[in-house]
């Protein structure tokens, strides 16, 4: 059974990158959709984007301009690269892979990433 | 403010049934995109709970079923029960932005 898990610093300063890298394991990373999705402390969800296992990519027009996703599939693993951060990106970041017509089939269990000097 | 609406609270005693609609547009749900519906425990990660409509992916129980007609979608739960008590999403592809989009929640009491 596939298994996500998010990693990266926890903590990152304004008008810095925020980083994150979701690593896959129990299945193989290509041949599918992979989405990062947040949520604000006691807020809904919000999906940021995905990529495919070529490079492919899809984002949430409102945050294109500071978004870049990326995959090493010698790794099984993807990135979430947002520059330029504020207050209003601290959130739970989650990974999730995409199954049937795009629905968020499994989620990794979340990382909380504050940004804050 | 979401480009799908859902109420933000609900409520129904063990046992009852209850439902929660998704409200959108003709860029969305109008649009024929499909709905999926995903179930937030607290202190965990979300999980779907119902995919393209109407499918529970394998182990979710037949209580939970979704529907959609027009410009909204419901997901109802029969025989409520305690464990039931948590937040309910809503999803949909939102033509205007190319972008998948979600409800604001619902959360569940169980009384």
């Known amino acids: 059974q596939v298994q996500l898990q998010e990693s990266g610093p926890g903590l990152v300063k304004p008008s810095e990158t925020l980083s994150l890298t979701c690593t896959v394991s129990g299945g193989s990373i290509t041949n599918y959709f992979w989405s990062w999705i947040r949520q604000p402390a006691g807020k809904g969800l919000e999906w940021i984007g995905r990529?495919?296992?070529?490079?492919?990519?899809n984002y949430n027009p409102s945050l294109k301009s500071r978004l870049t996703m990326s995959v090493d599939t010698s790794k099984n693993q993807f990135f979430l690269n947002l520059n330029s951060v504020t207050a209003a990106d601290t959130a739970v970041y989650y990974c999730?892979?995409?199954?049937?017509?795009?629905?968020?089939?499994?989620w990794g269990q979340g990382t909380l990433v504050t940004v804050s000097s | 403010q979401s480009v799908l609406t859902q109420p933000p609270s609900v409520s129904g005693a063990p046992g009852q049934r209850v439902t929660i609609s998704c409200t959108g547009s003709s860029s969305n749900i109008g649009a024929n995109y499909d709905v999926h519906w995903y179930q937030q425990l607290p202190g965990t990660a979300p999980k779907l709970l119902i995919y393209a409509k109407t499918n529970r992916p394998s182990g979710v129980p037949d209580r939970f079923s979704g529907s959609q007609s027009g410009t909204s979608a419901s997901l109802a739960i029969t025989g409520l029960q305690a464990e039931d008590e948590a937040d309910y999403y809503c999803?949909?592809?939102?033509?205007?932005?190319?972008?998948?989009?979600f409800g604001g929640g619902t959360k569940l009491t169980v009384l």
């Open positions: 999730v892979r995409d199954g049937y017509s795009s629905s968020s089939e499994t």
């Open positions: 990529i495919y296992s070529s490079g492919n990519t």
């Open positions: 999803q949909s592809y939102e033509s205007s932005l190319s972008a998948w989009v």
